[in-house]
């Protein structure tokens, strides 16, 4: 082969290897320069970011920080697939944003060939770990991995590396009124004193008064728990043995819906799962038709939830 010959090669070689052919594959060109620096309007927030609410004082703090020092920890990124000159922020968007307040034009970057649902996964890991959720966005996150990715709770579970009851609790929050959630979200309702309002008459009610009270979990247990005088001394709970009553409660809390037994002995009886708006029936109609059609309707699909419910105190 002649040197001519060699250079030319070479010279292909190199072009493609540094991208200045356009038909270079991208993937592979990620592969080299995995960790590179790039312009800070070519990254943009992930469709998979579960996070919503963004604390502004704290991301001036980290943007006085990034301007003194920089950017320590590289972006994580996967390219857009369908605008492949943008970079989807998969897990550093908090570092992002503060970079542009600070005025930075550049920033380090990971490049990751992620999938969808890994995506999600490491957005929402990342952001359990660095305590950055409110708890109704976590319940978001697994409730988009178990509705688009058909994951169940003890695979939401072991792959998040968090308790089923932990997950099985969190996710019960979604069954509270829109204006109930936005307390959460807020941070003005603790977690473990929403989940008491779950079976509740009026969470709405309850929640305002917790709130403007101070009231503790505990407290707000006995509130939610507390029944009208007419109702408790009504026919159709006295003729009930204390053992029903129970288990309906149980029941309750564990799909956080009002549940009602009818047992008529030795000739059987029903249960009754009862719904205060469409949002609880497609609930209810989710989880039946969903666990069917993966199980094949071998288990049952509230097994487990019981146990998952009662094992975690309200916190």
């Known amino acids: 082969m002649s040197d001519e010959a060699g250079k ?6 190199l072009s493609a290897l540094l991208g ?13 320069r995995a960790s590179k620096e790039v312009p800070v309007d070519q990254l943009e927030p992930s469709p998979f970011q579960p996070r919503q609410d963004w604390d502004q004082e704290a991301l001036e703090s980290l943007a006085s920080s990034i301007a003194e020092k920089g950017i320590l920890q590289p ?3 996967r390219r857009n ?3 492949r000159d943008m970079y989807q922020i998969i897990a550093g968007e908090r570092r992002w944003r503060a970079a542009q307040i600070a005025q930075l034009h550049q920033v380090p970057v990971i490049i990751k060939e992620l999938s969808d649902v890994d995506s999600l996964e490491i957005a929402i890991i990342e952001n359990i ?14 409730r988009r991995l178990a509705d688009e990715y058909n994951y169940t709770q003890e695979t939401l579970a072991k792959q998040l590396g968090k308790s089923r009851s932990h997950v099985t609790n969190t996710m019960r929050l979604l069954n509270l ?16 004193a929403a989940r008491t309002l779950i079976t509740a008459d009026d969470p709405e009610k309850l929640a305002k008064k917790i709130v403007n009270e101070g009231l503790s979990v505990r407290a707000a247990e006995k509130l939610a728990y507390k029944k009208p005088a007419h109702r408790a001394s009504s026919a159709s709970r006295s003729t009930k043995d204390q053992d029903t009553l129970a ?13 009602g037994i009818n047992h008529k002995g030795d000739s059987g009886g029903s249960i009754t799962i009862s719904y205060d708006h469409l949002d609880q029936l497609d609930d209810i ?16 699909p509230f097994e487990g939830d019981i146990a998952a419910a009662l094992d975690e105190d309200f916190r």
């Open 75 to 77: 972006i994580l990124v």
């Open 285 to 300: 109609c989710r989880r039946l038709t969903r666990h069917s059609l993966i199980t094949g309707g071998d288990e049952d």
């Open 8 to 13: 030319r090669k070479l010279g292909r070689g």
């Open 129 to 142: 770990q660095r305590e950055d959720l409110s708890a109704i966005e976590e319940a978001e996150g697994y």
């Open 177 to 192: 009124p829109k204006s109930v959630q936005s307390m959460i979200r807020s941070g003005d309702l603790s977690p473990g």
């Open 81 to 83: 697939p369908d605008d």
């Open 247 to 259: 288990l309906e409660g149980d029941l309750s809390a564990a799909i956080g819906l009002k549940v």
């Open 20 to 32: 200045d052919d356009v038909s270079a594959d991208y993937s592979e060109l990620d592969k080299i």
